[in-house]
């Protein structure tokens, strides 16, 4: 089998569904199933092998994310060479339109994966009259695939309610050999807090506005008093 990934985020970016992705390819290649990888172009960084990269410019909002420039006719030159069996659209802009146009104009089977609230996001960058347009669009691109993956119940339900079709869910899990109990190390605990017994929170992840780390740390706040 053969799946070409088709995504407008991708390494060297450190976000959510680069991660999904690198962790994803790294199961398809103890399975020996082929795969690619078609993504914006990083100026910056020298792509691995099996990433295929294209024009690209940044979000004026989000200048770490690139966004590709459909249609790239090297895509198509790149997926006859590939032959996939498979399309998964990973991301539902520029890169992903070429991919579900592709897909279409060959009868290649399509699948994609949820991965960002962006109409909820567009609270957070001023743009909040984009929503509604948001979600119009986000459901005609998805419910031209044949399966559409989210990561949780809550999430599908979301999506249903907003004309979402062939929804499933795609759940996350935890490694157990890098996140158990006995990783726990007093001596980092008590140069963090200095009562043996205190509360420690952490938080990982981007910092960014949609994140809501104010509420984060005003809870943190209310829990220690």
Sequence with gaps: MRIAFFTDT?????????????????????????NIVLAPED????????VFTFSSFPLPFYPEMRLGVPWDKRVDDTMAAFRPDVVHLVTEY??????????QKTGTPIVASYHTN????????????????????????HNQCGVNFCPSQATKAMLESKG????????????????????????????????SDGLVLLYAGRLAPEKNLDVLTNAYSQVKR
């Design 164 to 195: 979402f079709k062939n929804v499933k869910v795609w759940g996350r899990g935890v490694n157990t050999g890098a996140f158990n109990p006995w990783k726990r190390d007093l001596a980092l605990r008590q140069e963090l807090c200095e009562e």
């Design 43 to 50: 100026p910056s960084e020298v792509p691995e092998e099996g």
């Design 10 to 34: 991708y390494l060297p970016q450190v976000n959510g569904v680069t991660k999904t992705i690198k962790k994803l390819r790294s199961f398809l290649k103890n399975k020996n199933i082929e």
């Design 118 to 141: 962006i109409p909820e996001y567009l609270m957070y960058y001023h743009f909040p009259f984009l929503s509604g347009s948001a979600w119009y669009y986000l459901a005609w691109f």
């Design 94 to 103: 520029p890169m992903g339109l070429s991919g579900l146009w592709w897909a």
